[in-house]
Structure formats: C-alpha cells, structure tokens
C-alpha cells in the first residue's frame, strides 16, 4: 500500500507541473535511494532581471507558495479511515488538493505549518481532541476568524447542528454525504480557480446495476452505495474491503461494551458505523445503528438489548455477502478456471483506452485494476503502468494495442 501511494503522489505532483508548464523526473537505484528533479516555468519580475540575489528570493517564494496558487487546499479532519478515503477520491480528481488528518490536534497542527488551506471539513466526534473543541482553538486561539469551516458529521440533532454553528463553523453536512452534497457544500464558501473541475454535478448520471455485470449484494443497496461515491465502482469496492477490514469486529466489541454498560464506549463504536454504512447503502445497519444511537443518548439500554439479534443479524448478511462479492464471484468475472470472460476484460480495456485517448487521470486507477487480473501478462502491464506514471498516454497505447491483440481483445 505504500508504495502505491508513493506512485500515485508523485503522479499528482507531475500532473501540478504540467499545469505550471513543467516536468519532474525521478531516477531510483535500490538500496541508495531517489533523486527528483523538476522544472518550472515562471515570469520574472522587472526588478530581478539585473539583481541575481533578488531572483533567487524571488524564485523561492514563488516555488514556496505554488500549492496554493494553482489548487485550492481543502483540510480534513476525520477519525474513520473510510471517510477520510471517499473525500479524498472525491475531491482529488477535481483539482482539489487534500490533506488528511484523523483528530484536532493533527488539524491544529498542520495549520500552524500551512495557512494557506481554502477550507476545513471537520467531523465532529473524534477522540482525544473532537470538532467543537478544535474549531474552538481555530477560532479563538489561532485567530482564523475567516476560515471556513465546514462540519461533517453523523451527528443529526438541533442541539448539535445550533452548536456547531455557535462555535463558528460556517456549514453543515450530514452522514452519510454523497459527491454532489460535499462539492456543492464546499463551492458555497471557495471559488473553484481555472485547475479545478466544476462540471455540473446536477447532471451526473447513475448508472444502472445491470450495466455493472455484477450480482447485487445482499442487504446493501449497491446504487446508492455508488451514487455516493460518484459513480467511481473501483472506489467503491476499495471503501467495501476497508469496511470488512475495519469494522469485522464491531459486532463484538460494541456487544461487549453493552453487557458491561460502557455507554460512552458503545456509543463511539455505533456513531462510527452509523456513517459508514449509509455511505455504502447498507441502509439496514444504518437504520439499526441510528435507533440504537438514539436509545443510548437517553442511556436505555434495557431496549438495546431487544435490537441486537436483528443487528447481528444484519451484520452477518452484509459482511458475509460484501466477501463473496469481491473477494470471490467478482473474480469470476474475470476469469473462471484460469479463462478470462473476455466481455468484462473487453470492457475494461476499453475503459482504459478511453482514459488514455483523453488524458484522464483514472488511467492510473484502471492499470492497477487490469494489473490484479491479468497475472499472466505482467511485463506488458508494468511497461503500461511505466508509461502511464510518466503521463506519456501516448506511448502506453500501442503497448495496450499489442496485448489486447495477444488476448483476443478488439478495442474500439
């Protein structure tokens, strides 16, 4: 995972210098280490050209503030792994530039080092440090006034909303949010610049399960999970594996922290899946985990006690069939005893094509999805992923060319 990471953060950074006329290069040898080396056009201020100490100032506080001149910093703050995973895939792709952090006093700090950010989306219960406090601090201790800030949060009530609008904060949005919801929130308070996509979200169009060539997944409304996210099926089926992940022990533990009547524990366990379900269209633990939220705010657990065997029961369902989903029938799609379904791989490639043929950032997304099924063509893959790292689509397409020949593969 990291070193995914790392690829796909230098793969940002060259596309942020090509939009400032640049380039940036990297050459590894294992065991000695990275050297990166980047251009980038500027202009030169009349009064520099005769004074070489003034251009090298000059240059350096142009490169020290090029983040924020050509994309718009948005921070945020958010306890859960998954939440902070969707508003980045989210936002990223709009020419957004996003900085995670997983409690207030990782938020605080990171304003300290940077008082450049556009925006701040802030959940509201977190450990340790939780939203109210740090819009507190952000507010009247580090004197940001003019900050916006916007609270994301499962937290639904009057009170709560009145508070977070007492404390400062300029907006509100609610668990579980969707791609349309979160960027119509956040170009309320900042104004896109020329490196940001703002297509009209209104006009986003769902696509149908059955253009998915999947089976539904019992107990989870797989639309609505996808809307969400925006239609991006590879981020959902990332969110879903980090759901099992995460939370294959929340059943226990908060039936646990009930029988020993740890309220306070076994509220932050059902707050927390509360959000993430509804995010993913698991509307049938949404809808427990919010009734059982209520009747522990008024501390009723005699009543909690009657709804656990449904939830189990629900959370059973969901896992069990979010598993076979993706960890078993969604490989058939590809292949089934060592032969590949050559509609669901024509499909993808073809989808990769398109990617290339407009220069479109998923490109990056979709080779590391062919590179999990086509096992057998590796080289070709990793010369292609090469290719793409590079941003040079055009050398990648005749490479992607010779093996959808080699696999019986026509590309439209």
Known sequence: MAKELVKLKFFFQ????????????????????????FTVRISVQSSCK???????????????????DSRIEVLV?????????????????????VTLVKNGYEAIEKIKQNSHYALILMDIQ?????????????????????????????????????????????????????????????????????????????????IPLSQHN???????????????????????????????????????????NIQIKNSDEAYEIIHGIKGVSGNIGANSIYESAKNIESLL?????????????????????????????????????????????QEVLKSLMNEFAESLASNHINAYLQVNELKKH????QDEIALIEHHVLQLDYESAWPVLQALAKKINIILN
């Not at 060259?14 to 080396?37: A, D, H, P, T």
């Not at 703050?77 to 530039?97: A, S, Y």
């Not at 939830?311 to 076979?324: D, H, K, P």
């Not at 086509?374 to 063509?377: E, M, R």
Request: charge should be negative.
């Open 297 to 341: 705010r008024k501390n009723d657990l005699e009543h909690i006690h009657e709804l656990l065997p449904a939830l189990e029961q629900q959370v059973t369902q969901v896992f069990n069939a979010i598993t076979e989903w993706i960890y078993e029938k969604n490989s058939s799609h590809i292949s089934v005893n060592g032969f590949i379904n």
């Open 77 to 97: 703050v958010d306890d859960h792994e998954i939440n902070r995973e969707i508003v980045f895939e989210i936002l990223t792709p709009k020419g957004i530039q």
């Open 126 to 206: 977190m450990p340790g440090m939780d939203g109210f406090e740090t819009t507190r601090i952000i507010r009247e201790e580090l004197k940001l006034t003019k900050l916006p800030i916007i609270a994301l949060s499962a937290l639904s009530t009057d009170n709560d909303i009145s508070k977070c609008f007492e404390l400062g904060m300029n907006d509100y949005i609610s668990k579980p949010f969707n791609e349309i919801k979160l960027l119509n929130a956040l170009y309320k308070w900042v104004t896109p610049n020329s490196n940001t996509d703002t297509i009209s979200l209104s006009q986003t169009s769902i």
């Open 214 to 256: 999947i089976a539904r997944i019992q107990g989870i409304d797989f639309n609505l999970g996808l809307e969400n996210l925006g239609n991006n099926l590879q981020l959902y089926k990332n969110v879903l594996k980090l759901f099992l992940n995460n939370h294959k022990n929340f059943y226990q533990k908060f039936k646990e």
């Open 374 to 377: 086509l096992t057998d063509y």
């Open 50 to 68: 005769d004074d070489p100490n003034a251009l090298i100032k000059y240059n350096s506080e142009v490169i020290s503030n090029t983040s924020t």
């Open 14 to 37: 060259k596309i942020e210098l090509r939009m400032m006329q640049g380039e940036i290069s990297v050459n590894s040898q294992i065991g000695i280490g990275s050297e990166f080396m």
